[in-house]
């Protein structure tokens, strides 16, 4: 009973991913990398900031160019709670996965993954081509923020890909001490406009997720 489960799993699984797989070949083409714009403007400011030139603002009309279209698709971020639907995400075709670890996120309570699960995961999915990012999308105190930036760089050097952040001064301390880590503005944030995003790309943040309020 129990080996007939998991070949019945493992079907369920290759069925999403061949789904997923057919419809990321439908939009390649058509969508725009929901990442690219803050990426530019991260790039921009890294390149005049170095001259000494004062921070860029989002080239917006550059998205349209038929081949700037043509290098981006969307990214596939899926949900990642215990290490079974990590594994499953990456099996079914995922290009990222998003996990939490004990503490700071905001699925605290749910089940999340501790740091030996989470390199373990962090090497799966590299050897997949799908990257890991660690939501530490909640505020802190200041009682909590030398655990919370802590917990952070182990995250990092476990082999997390990215960081996932609500609270402005860990985006601010990650940008300054470790400037080399990749930066997400988390949805918590509420961004919903062109002047959120130059002020995010100022901390250094190369992919926002916007507001849930906002429309399509």
């Not at 290098?71 to 939490?100: F, K, N």
């Not at 996120?105 to 990257?131: F, I, K, Y």
């Not at 030398?146 to 952070?152: F, I, P, S």
């Not at 996932?164 to 300054?176: K, S």
């Amino acid at each position: 009973d129990e080996r007939l489960r998991q070949r019945r799993r493992l079907r369920q699984v290759l069925e999403r991913g061949a789904v997923v797989r057919a419809v990321r070949r439908h939009v390649v083409g058509r969508g725009v990398a929901p990442r690219a714009l803050a990426h530019q403007a991260h790039s921009s400011r890294r390149d005049t900031v170095a001259a000494g030139a004062a921070p860029p603002t989002l080239n917006l009309s550059a998205m349209h160019h038929p081949e700037q279209r043509a290098r981006l698709r969307p990214e596939i971020l899926a949900p990642g709670g215990d290490p079974d639907a990590v594994r499953a995400a990456i099996l079914a075709g995922a290009d990222t996965v998003y996990v939490g670890l004990s503490r700071f996120n905001a699925r605290v309570r749910a089940t999340n993954l501790e740091l030996p699960e989470l390199r373990a995961l962090c090497r799966l999915a590299r050897s997949h081509g799908v990257r890991i990012y660690v939501a530490l999308n909640v505020i802190v105190t200041e009682a909590e923020f030398e655990d919370a930036t802590r917990l952070g760089l182990d995250a990092l050097n476990a082999g997390a890909d990215a960081l996932i952040l609500q609270d402005l001064g860990l985006l601010a301390w990650f940008h300054e001490r470790v400037p080399a880590a990749e930066l997400h503005a988390s949805t918590q944030l509420t961004t919903h406009n062109q002047a959120q995003l130059e002020a995010l790309a100022r901390f250094g943040v190369q992919q926002v997720n916007l507001s849930r309020e906002l429309s399509l």
